[in-house]
């Protein structure tokens, strides 16, 4: 299915889009990214509410308790932040996927849902096939939840992005696959970062794989088609 496909946004739907990149140029620069542990796997669950993505734009210097008391909130968050304030409230985020964008100052911070931690069981099944049909070794893919990526190249360079799953060969330091889940974040927002992921690692990423989860809507099916 192509990553360009219509989305119909009039019933809960998952749109499952895989980019593949064009072939790895042979002079790569080695910009490692930074990447966190793996977490224990979530298994799937049905959700019947909905949060609106909530945009804040603030004139003064936003402190760590105030991005706390955000992050409260469990909505998708589209953040006003200057690179200089970015390292301290970094520390606050805590597991939970992210984009910062330093050059136009702008962090977007995904709920904290049962439903973002389920994407995890999908890859493990995944590996778990392909290792009892001998396509690779035992223990030769990691998968990581909420990898710190970072080293990205041209337009997309300084940009700090956590996907929501990667999968990393053993002795690779940058993943090959990535996973981005949507559930109240626009879908265009996950096309942006299918292209950064795919263009800004200059092909080490190869294959980004989105899935687009619409929101229930009051009065509407309590139980996503194709999800549960």
Same mark, same amino acid.
């Given at each position: 299915?192509?990553?360009?496909?219509?989305?119909?946004? &009039?019933?809960? &739907?998952?749109?499952?889009?895989?980019?593949?990149?064009?072939?790895?140029?042979?002079?790569?620069?080695?910009?490692?990214?930074?990447?966190?542990?793996?977490?224990?796997?979530?298994?799937?669950?049905?959700?019947?509410?909905?949060?609106?993505?909530?945009?804040?734009?603030?004139?003064?210097?936003?402190?760590?308790?105030?991005?706390?008391?955000?992050?409260?909130?469990?909505?998708?968050?589209?953040?006003?932040?200057?690179?200089?304030?970015?390292?301290?409230?970094?520390?606050?985020?805590?597991?939970?996927?992210?984009?910062?964008?330093?050059?136009?100052?702008? =962090? &977007?911070?995904?709920?904290?849902?049962?439903?973002?931690? &389920?994407?995890?069981?999908?890859?493990?099944?995944?590996?778990?096939?392909?290792?009892?049909?001998?396509?690779?070794?035992?223990?030769?893919?990691?998968?990581?939840?909420?990898?710190?990526?970072?080293?990205?190249?041209?337009?997309?360079?300084?940009?700090?992005?956590?996907?929501?799953?990667?999968?990393?060969?053993?002795?690779?330091?940058?993943?090959?696959?990535?996973?981005?889940?949507?559930?109240?974040?626009?879908?265009?927002?996950?096309?942006?970062?299918?292209?950064? =992921?795919?263009?800004?690692?200059?092909?080490?990423?190869?294959?980004?794989?989105?899935?687009?989860?619409?929101?229930?809507?009051?009065?509407?099916?309590?139980?996503?088609?194709?999800?549960?």
């Amino acid at each position: 299915m192509s990553a360009d496909k219509s989305f119909d946004q &009039t019933q809960s &739907t998952i749109a499952d889009c895989v980019a593949i990149a064009p072939p790895p140029p042979s002079s790569w620069k080695q910009n490692w990214p930074l990447c966190s542990q793996l977490l224990p796997p979530v298994r799937p669950t049905c959700f019947s509410f909905y949060h609106h993505a909530l945009a804040h734009n603030f004139e003064s210097q936003m402190t760590p308790d105030e991005l706390s008391e955000l992050l409260l909130l469990d909505e998708y968050l589209v953040l006003d932040i200057p690179p200089a304030e970015f390292p301290e409230l970094e520390q606050v985020i805590g597991r939970r996927a992210y984009t910062y964008r330093p050059t136009v100052g702008q =962090l &977007t911070i995904k709920m904290a849902t049962e439903m973002n931690g &389920t994407v995890l069981n999908w890859p493990m099944d995944l590996i778990m096939a392909g290792t009892e049909a001998g396509a690779f070794g035992k223990h030769k893919l990691q998968l990581l939840s909420k990898a710190r990526l970072s080293g990205f190249t041209g337009e997309f360079a300084d940009i700090i992005k956590v996907p929501d799953v990667t999968m990393v060969p053993t002795h690779r330091l940058w993943p090959t696959v990535a996973y981005e889940f949507g559930y109240a974040e626009p879908y265009h927002h996950l096309k942006n970062d299918m292209k950064l =992921l795919l263009e800004g690692s200059e092909g080490k990423i190869s294959n980004v794989i989105i899935i687009k989860l619409e929101p229930l809507k009051e009065g509407g099916n309590t139980n996503p088609e194709g999800f549960c």
